[in-house]
C-alpha cells in the first residue's frame, strides 16, 4: 500500500488549499478514506473521512462548512478542499487507508504535506 500527498504550501488566512492523495496497493472502492493533520506539539487528529462504500463522510466540527472532502475512484484518489483556512490549521497533513469511515481504524499512511497558514 502506497499512499502520496501533494497540494500543502504556504497561504495566507482566508485562502484556499487543495491537496491531493494518489493511493496505489489496495481496491480503493472497498474501504474509507481519510486526512488527518499534526500540529506541532499536538497530537494527530482525524480532519475528514470518507467511505467509498457508501459514500457517507464525516468532518472534524473545527473544519465543518471549510473543508470538503471528495475522491476519483477511477484514479484512486482522494482529495480535500480547504477554504478560508485560519492559522490555527497549521499542521503537516497525513492521508490515511481506514477500515471504515472511523479515525480509530487508520492501517495505512501517507508521508504527510505540510500546509502553513500565515496571519
Known amino acids: 500500500v502506497q499512499l502520496v500527498e501533494s497540494g500543502g504550501g504556504l497561504v495566507q488566512a482566508g485562502g484556499s488549499l487543495s491537496l491531493s492523495c494518489v493511493a496505489s496497493g489496495f481496491t480503493f472502492d472497498d474501504y474509507a478514506m481519510g486526512w488527518f493533520r499534526q500540529a506541532p506539539g499536538k497530537e494527530r487528529e482525524g480532519v475528514s473521512c470518507?467511505?467509498?462504500?457508501?459514500?457517507?463522510?464525516d468532518y472534524a466540527d473545527s473544519v465543518k462548512g471549510r473543508f470538503t472532502i471528495s475522491s476519483n475512484n477511477a484514479k484512486n484518489t482522494l482529495y480535500l478542499q480547504m477554504n478560508n483556512l485560519k492559522p490555527d490549521d497549521t499542521a503537516v497533513y497525513y492521508c490515511a487507508h481506514l477500515v471504515r469511515c472511523d479515525y480509530r481504524t487508520a492501517t495505512y499512511w501517507g508521508l504527510g504535506t505540510q500546509v502553513t497558514v500565515s496571519s
Open positions: 470518507l467511505s467509498s462504500v457508501d459514500g457517507s463522510t
